[in-house]
């Protein structure tokens, strides 16, 4: 069964640390690129950040730059999303989704069933 599963939000403080687990079965995660994506009460789905499968790189949308850090660990077919200095601000949903080319969030291949991350003091 092709999947992918998160992991790991919860309640923290401001200024706070949580680390996403984005688990997949199925297919082989490092053949695609990995976005993580979040959706707050009342808004729309934005993209946070996606890790090019191509070179490596990251690109990380600017509300979170410098506090969020994407990563791997191939042998375990799972990707991370370490965020640093939390703020209220980024309560919300958290998905990771799998594409080959970091495209539109519709056109991503595989996407996770979210997993809440709640910032408050």
């Known amino acids: 069964q092709v999947q992918l599963v998160e992991s790991g939000g919860g309640l923290v403080q401001p200024g706070g640390s949580l680390r996403l687990s984005c688990a997949a079965s199925?297919?082989?995660?490092?053949?695609?690129?990995v976005g993580w994506f979040r959706q707050a009460p009342g808004k729309e789905r934005e993209g946070v950040s996606c890790?090019?499968?191509?070179?490596?790189?990251?690109h990380y949308a600017d509300p979170v730059k410098g506090r969020f850090t994407d990563s791997r660990d191939n042998a375990k077919n799972t990707a991370y999303l370490q965020m640093n200095s939390l703020k209220p601000e980024y309560t919300a949903v958290y998905y990771c989704?799998?594409?080959?080319?970091?495209?539109?969030?519709?056109?991503?291949?595989?996407w996770g069933q979210g997993t809440q991350v709640t910032v408050v003091s």
């Open positions: 989704a799998a594409d080959p080319y970091c495209s539109y969030p519709d056109e991503y291949d595989y």
């Open positions: 199925g297919f082989t995660l490092d053949h695609y690129s």
């Open positions: 890790m090019r499968v191509t070179d490596g790189t990251t």
